[in-house]
């Protein structure tokens, strides 16, 4: 049974939901500022949602698939390997990925370039600069533990599907530490 990118994109919007409700209600947004009407950040939850949710599911799906297909060993060596390598390429793409996600509506620019280009600029950086290392040093030790399980274990076609779980506490992480310094 071969699982769909579609299925796989299915399920990781539900993880990102979850783990992003879940996230909210451990350590929630300051409520004291008010979001400007029909700004990108009165649409937080799509935002949050959004972009990690296209990326993750169709760049771990693919990103998965290369991997196995230049490395289809599953000895230990060959998993380990592949698992340093999505931790070098994959993991902090993703993780700057998220933070952008969780960033953009913190911005109150009432447009989305606007947005965009303040997160950048005034909240992207300082953040990645304060917790970037923290959180990837997280991830290594977090990763490399789902990617051997997944690697050795888990058929090619439920990969994808297995680190979705797996990225349910990790996204709840994520969206602690993204809002972290925002009290």
């Known amino acids: 049974m071969r699982v769909s990118l ?20 451990i350590e929630p947004h300051d409520k004291q500022t008010t979001p400007v009407p029909f700004s990108f950040k009165t649409n937080t939850l799509f935002a949050t949602l959004a972009l990690p949710g296209l990326y993750f599911p169709i760049t771990a ?12 060993s599953t000895l230990l060596p060959s998993v380990v390997f592949k698992s340093l390598l999505g931790q070098i390429f994959y993991g902090p793409l993703y993780t700057c990925v998220f933070f952008i ?16 280009y303040q997160s950048a600029t005034q909240t992207l950086v300082p953040k990645l600069k304060a917790d970037f290392f923290d959180v990837w040093k997280y991830g290594v030790v977090f990763w490399i533990a789902v990617d ?14 297995f680190v979705n779980g797996c ?17």
């Open 6 to 25: 579609a299925h796989t994109y299915a399920c990781t919007q539900l993880i990102f939901f979850l783990a992003y409700t879940i996230g909210h209600m």
């Open 61 to 72: 799906h693919y990103w998965y698939e290369i991997v196995c297909k230049l490395f289809p």
């Open 101 to 116: 996600s969780q960033l953009i509506p913190s911005s109150p620019s009432p447009t989305f370039l606007s947005s965009l």
């Open 148 to 161: 051997i399980v997944s690697l050795k274990y888990i058929p090619l076609e439920f990969i994808t599907l």
């Open 167 to 183: 990225s349910f506490v990790w996204t709840i992480y994520l969206s602690i530490m993204a809002r972290k310094a925002e009290h």
